[in-house]
C-alpha cells in the first residue's frame, strides 16, 4: 500500500536517507510528540500492590526495546503538509509497504486505553501500545512501522516523492540535481478556489 512520510527539506540528509537508501528512521517510542504515547492501564482487582508494581516493570521493560515510524496513508491533508512538512516548504515521500507486512501496524483512534490483567503479557500485546491513539490525532490517517531496529528497509525503492506547494524553485532544481533520475518529482499547488491541494508531475 502507498503511504506518505512528510518531511522538511531543513535537513536534506534525512530526506536523501530514505530515497536512496530506501530505508526510515525508527526513533524511540518516547520521543514522539504525542505524551500520551504507549499509554495503558492494569488491573488486577484487589491483588497487592508489589504485583501491579512487578507487571508494570515488566511492561514498561519490553515498551522501552520498540521503535517507530510514522507514516500517513493521506497525501493531501493540510494539516499534515502544516505540521511535518514544514508548513508547506517540504515534501511527501511516497513508500510502498505490503498491507500485510508484520511490522505494520495501522493506528486506531479512541479514547479508551489498553489494559493489562494477570495473564502473560506477550511481546505482541506490548507492540500493540503503540497502534492506539486518541481521537485528536485521527486526521493524520496514520500507518506505523513498529520495530526493534534502528532503521526499517523499504521492500521497495522510493518512485516518487510529493513537493510541497511553497518549494521555490531553486529548491526544486537543487532536488532534482540530487535525487536519483528515477524518482519521480510530482510538484503541488494550491488550489485557493476549492482549498486543497493539487498534484502534477514534474515537466
Not at 15 to 28: E, F
Not at 37 to 61: F, M, T
Not at 103 to 126: G, H, N, R, W
Request: aromatic share 10%; proline share 4%.
Amino acid at each position: 500500500m502507498k503511504l506518505y512520510k512528510y518531511k522538511s527539506l531543513r535537513n536534506l540528509w534525512h530526506v536523501l536517507d530514505i530515497i536512496v537508501n530506501s530505508r526510515l528512521y525508527c526513533a524511540h517510542w518516547s520521543e514522539l510528540n504525542d505524551p500520551l504515547e504507549g499509554r495503558y492501564e492494569v488491573y488486577l482487582g484487589n491483588k497487592e500492590a508489589r504485583l501491579k508494581e512487578l507487571l508494570v516493570g515488566q511492561i514498561e521493560l519490553k515498551k522501552d526495546s520498540y521503535r517507530v515510524a510514522s507514516l500517513s496513508a493521506s497525501a493531501d491533508a493540510f494539516l499534515l503538509w502544516s505540521h511535518y512538512a514544514d508548513g508547506h516548504k517540504g515534501v511527501a515521500i511516497e513508500v510502498n509497504i505490503p498491507e500485510d507486512d508484520p511490522d505494520l501496524l495501522a493506528v486506531t483512534y479512541s479514547p479508551f486505553s489498553s489494559v493489562f490483567t494477570k495473564k502473560l503479557q506477550t511481546e505482541e500485546d506490548v507492540r500493540h501500545l503503540f497502534n492506539g491513539k486518541s481521537e485528536e490525532w485521527a486526521y493524520e490517517r496514520e500507518y506505523r512501522v513498529v520495530a526493534s531496529s534502528e532503521y526499517f528497509q523499504l521492500p521497495v525503492p522510493v518512485a516518487r516523492v510529493l513537493i510541497g506547494p511553497m518549494v521555490d524553485e531553486d529548491q526544486l532544481r537543487i532536488l532534482r540535481s540530487v535525487i536519483p533520475s528515477s524518482v519521480e518529482l510530482a510538484k503541488t499547488h494550491l488550489d485557493t478556489v476549492q482549498g486543497v491541494l493539487r498534484f502534477a508531475s514534474e515537466t
